[in-house]
Structure formats: structure tokens, C-alpha cells
T-cell receptor
Framework: SQQGEEDPQALSIQEGENATMNCSYKTSINNLQWYRQNSGRGLVHLILIRSNEREKHSGRLRVTLDTSKKSSSLLITASRAADTASYFCATPFTGGGNKLTFGTGTQLKVEL | KAGVTQTPRYLIKTRGQQVTLSCSPISGHRSVSWYQQTPGQGLQFLFEYFSETQRNKGNFPGRFSGRQFSNSRSEMNVSTLELGDSALYLC?????????????FGPGTRLTVT
């Protein structure tokens, strides 16, 4: 079952604009991860934010985490057509190992 | 360094048959996880293997099984295929069996059951 929901389900923007995606989860976490998937292919790890971090940056990506609200957001600044993909948040099983529970995903389309 | 490879990439099977999918992790990675992705259920965890032992298991019927070999390569098997098993099957490898280590996903095997 899904750990949580992502919002919006789909987002269409113009190149150069910023894109913000939100993720909510249900249980306590050690960290939260964001992944990108291009058109039904493999997932690419984007960024990991630990539960004691509030914000993290990686290039044009900014991730925030609010553990009190059990939510996270991913901001892509100055988006490009190549950013067109589905974006998923994922939370690991707190019992150990690499088991991830994924959100429902946001489909981002960046138009020229 | 070569990435995670999955074979075959595409597969068409008939209901009732069985199928074996293969995953070769990145060299040196000891953890391999499998996921099923469908439009209806999204991405769902199947199982994780670490040092040839199943570390975690998702909520799937016993028709779904897997194993890991001493070289960390992994296979998953689905017996008595059902139409609902049509999906993209993804495997991911990681250095260790801990969520703080980045997971690298393969391109997936797209299974169609007719």
C-alpha cells in the first residue's frame, strides 16, 4: 500500500518556471527520499533528507521536511524540458533494510 | 562502473505460466530489492535480499519468490501467472542493507500476461 499521497497528481509548467511538489506520509521516518522516473523506466535517486534536517539543496533542487506535519516538498527551480518526468517521494521501513514505500507520484510536464 | 542490469527487458507470457526475471547489481553492492509498478497500485515493494538472505518481504502472495546468489545477482520468480501480474518489475541495488545508502534502480522488465 502507498505510504502517502503526492500533490498535485499532475503539473504542467513552462520552461524556466519553478515546480513544487508535495508529499505526505503516515508514519514516523528516519529519512525521506525523492526519485525521478522518465516515462516508465527505472527510477533515479535525487535527494535524501534525514528526519533531523529541515531543508536540503542539490543543484536546482530544494527539499523541505516537516516531521510535525508529516510532509515534504520538492522544488525544482528554473525547470527545463528535460525535467519532464514523474517524481516520487519514498520513505524507508523503520524496521531496517532497504524497503521503501513510495508515494503516488507527481507527473511533471515542462513545456518549451 | 556499469549500472544495474535487468533481463529480459520485455516479456510476454500466458496465464498459468511461470516467469523468472534476473537482476545484476552494481559491482560491490550486496543488497538487491525488487518492486512491482502498475498504474493501479503504483510502486510496491516485493522483497529485499542481502548476502543471499531475504531481509524484508512485501505483501505479495507466495507465487512471488526470489533468491540471491553469492555474486549478489538476484532472480525473482512468479509462478501461475495472472493477468494482474502484468507490470513493470524494477530491481534496485545498494551497497548495504540500510536506508541511508543510495539505491540504484535498473531499467526494469516489462511483463505482459495475456
Amino acid at each position: 500500500s502507498q505510504q502517502g499521497e503526492e500533490d498535485p497528481q499532475a503539473l504542467s509548467i513552462q520552461e524556466g518556471e519553478n515546480a513544487t511538489m508535495n508529499c505526505s506520509y503516515k508514519t514516523s521516518i528516519n529519512n525521506l527520499q525523492w526519485y525521478r522516473q522518465n516515462s516508465g523506466r527505472g527510477l533515479v535517486h535525487l535527494i535524501l533528507i534525514r528526519s533531523n534536517e529541515r531543508e536540503k539543496h542539490s543543484g536546482r533542487l530544494r527539499v523541505t521536511l516537516d516531521t510535525s506535519k508529516k510532509s515534504s516538498s520538492l522544488l525544482i527551480t528554473a525547470s527545463r524540458a528535460a525535467d519532464t518526468a514523474s517524481y516520487f517521494c519514498a520513505t524507508p521501513f523503520t524496521g531496517g533494510g532497504n524497503k521503501l514505500t513510495f508515494g503516488t507520484g507527481t507527473q511533471l510536464k515542462v513545456e518549451l | 562502473k556499469a549500472g544495474v542490469t535487468q533481463t529480459p527487458r520485455y516479456l510476454i507470457k500466458t496465464r498459468g505460466q511461470q516467469v523468472t526475471l534476473s537482476c545484476s547489481p552494481i559491482s560491490g553492492h550486496r543488497s538487491v530489492s525488487w518492486y512491482q509498478q502498475t498504474p493501479g497500485q503504483g510502486l510496491q515493494f516485493l522483497f529485499e535480499y542481502f548476502s543471499e538472505t531475504q531481509r524484508n518481504k512485501g505483501n505479495f502472495p507466495g507465487r512471488f519468490s526470489g533468491r540471491q546468489f553469492s555474486n549478489s545477482r538476484s532472480e525473482m520468480n512468479v509462478s501461475t501467472l495472472e493477468l494482474g501480474d502484468s507490470a513493470l518489475y524494477l530491481c534496485a541495488s545498494s551497497l548495504e542493507s540500510h536506508s541511508s545508502y543510495e539505491q540504484y534502480f535498473g531499467p526494469g522488465t516489462r511483463l505482459t500476461v495475456t
